[in-house]
Every structure is written in structure tokens, then in C-alpha cells.
């Protein structure tokens, strides 16, 4: 007889799929194909260097980068650019990082903490480490959020590591969960935004390769307050249930636009 194949019985971050967003689900598993399909014509190389380059614009303007997309182009080409030290070595940090996206394991916490001592080289003094202190998240109106404490975070990202590799659910909804959770653990000091979207389209990417040219990035950075109102409503309801539905309707239009 068989053995029954056991369901996943680890930690589960706490979570609610409404109907949207399985009928999202759906409908992004119908049309990835066509988007495939898109990146593999004549021109697909020009669209992928423009896609890598809009990324890494999207995923520093965020943070406050001020550097247009022609002199993200420009540095990606080796070309002198004249702009602050530290906004330049944000891109240059971007840049080694997708050139290993597709050797970065997204269920592996070392490549996680690998990862962000790249992107945050010369930046911080703790890149490619969690942070020993506490941290908390601001906006224009003051604190929104104070992420758990320091000797909190490796037992929370093990959690969430071990669950992300483990558990049924479909690898589109894991990658939004993730996102969420990564963001209210705040695992460092800096770099916790770029992380968690870098992160998210690493997974998005081992569910269907053509995410490695439709990065949530974009999706993000085109939608700024509505994606923080989600992680807002979300924390406010003590589960992800509304960056799901948020970030599953982002990737559904992206998907439609390409």
C-alpha cells in the first residue's frame, strides 16, 4: 500500500485567502504562459536589460534613491555618473545582486542573509547579518510599527523559512505571505524593503522562470501607498490576508500589461 503523503504540521504564519484572491490565483496561473511566450520573441534581450534596469530604479526609488533610470542604465554600462557616492553604490550593490538571482536559493536563509551583504556592501556596518537591536518602522505621521525584538528575529526567520519550503500552499500565495511577514520581523537594520521585494520575485521566479523579468519591484513602486496601506490593514487585522489580495491583484495586472 502507498505511503498517504503527510500535510505540512510546522509553524504557519497566520493567514486568509478570500475568494478574490483564489479566483487571482487562477487567473495569474492563465496567463503567465502568454507572458512566457512574449519574452521568448526576437527582442526579448533588449526587453530583459530594460526590465533589469526599471527593477533596479524601482526598488532604490522606493527607498529614496534619487538617481534616474538612464544613470542606472549608465552605471549598469561601467559609464561615469555624477551623483552622490552612496546613491551610486546602492546601484552597483542592486546590480551584483540580480547578476546572482538565478543562483540564489529563495528557501535557503543563508543565501537570504548572502544576499543582503550584497546589496548592502559598504552601506551598513552589519550587511549580510540580523540585527542585534531593536528597530522600528516610521512614516510622515510618526511610528506604525514596532518590529519584535532582537533575539526574536532568528527563531522567526527559521519559521518562516521552514514553512515557506514545507508547507502545500500554492508558491504564489506563500510569496505573498512572505513578503508580509519578512516586513513585520524587519530582520535588519536597513534593507529590509529592497530585501523583501528582491525576495518575493525570487520565489515568485522558482514558481514560473518568467518572474525573473517581472519583478514585484515595479509592481511596488508604481503603487506605493496602496501597498503600504495593505501591510497597514494587515497588521491592523493580525494576518496577511489583505497584502495577499493586494500583491496577488498587482502581479495580475503586471502580467496583463506585458
Known amino acids: 500500500m502507498a505511503n498517504k503523503q503527510t500535510e505540512y504540521q510546522g509553524y504557519r504564519p497566520p493567514f486568509s485567502l478570500s475568494a478574490k484572491a483564489v479566483g487571482l ?3 495569474i496561473a492563465a496567463q503567465m504562459e502568454r507572458f512566457a511566450i512574449r519574452m521568448e520573441q526576437d527582442d526579448a534581450l533588449r526587453l530583459r536589460k530594460a ?3 526599471k527593477t533596479i530604479h524601482s526598488s532604490l526609488a522606493i527607498e529614496g534613491n534619487t538617481l534616474l533610470e538612464s544613470e542606472v542604465a549608465d552605471i549598469l554600462d561601467g559609464k561615469m555618473v555624477v551623483a552622490p557616492i552612496r546613491e551610486i553604490q546602492e546601484v552597483k550593490n542592486a546590480i551584483r ?5 538565478e543562483r540564489l536559493d529563495p528557501f535557503s536563509m543563508d543565501d537570504l542573509l548572502r ?3 550584497l546589496l548592502m556592501s559598504a552601506l551598513t556596518d552589519d550587511a549580510g547579518h540580523f540585527r542585534k537591536g531593536g528597530v522600528g518602522v516610521y512614516s510622515e505621521n510618526g511610528l506604525v510599527h514596532i518590529a519584535p ?4 528575529v532568528y527563531p522567526l526567520m527559521s519559521d518562516l523559512f521552514d514553512w515557506l519550503k514545507n508547507a502545500d500552499d500554492h508558491l504564489l500565495v506563500r510569496s505573498c505571505v512572505f513578503h508580509y511577514e519578512f516586513e513585520f520581523i524587519h530582520p535588519f537594520i536597513d534593507g529590509n524593503g529592497r530585501m523583501g ?7 515568485l521566479s522558482r514558481w514560473h522562470p518568467a518572474f525573473a523579468h517581472l519583478p514585484v519591484e515595479n509592481m511596488v513602486y508604481s503603487n506605493q501607498q496602496a501597498y503600504y496601506d495593505a501591510i497597514a490593514q494587515s497588521t491592523k487585522q493580525g494576518e496577511s490576508g489583505p497584502f495577499i489580495e493586494f500583491m496577488l491583484g498587482e502581479i495580475l495586472d503586471t502580467v496583463r500589461r506585458h
Open 25 to 27: 490565483v487562477a487567473d
Open 51 to 53: 526590465n533589469r534596469i
Open 97 to 101: 545582486v540580480y547578476d546572482e538571482f
Open 115 to 117: 544576499a543582503h551583504g
Open 149 to 152: 525584538p532582537a533575539d526574536k
Open 197 to 203: 521585494r528582491l525576495w518575493q520575485s525570487l520565489i
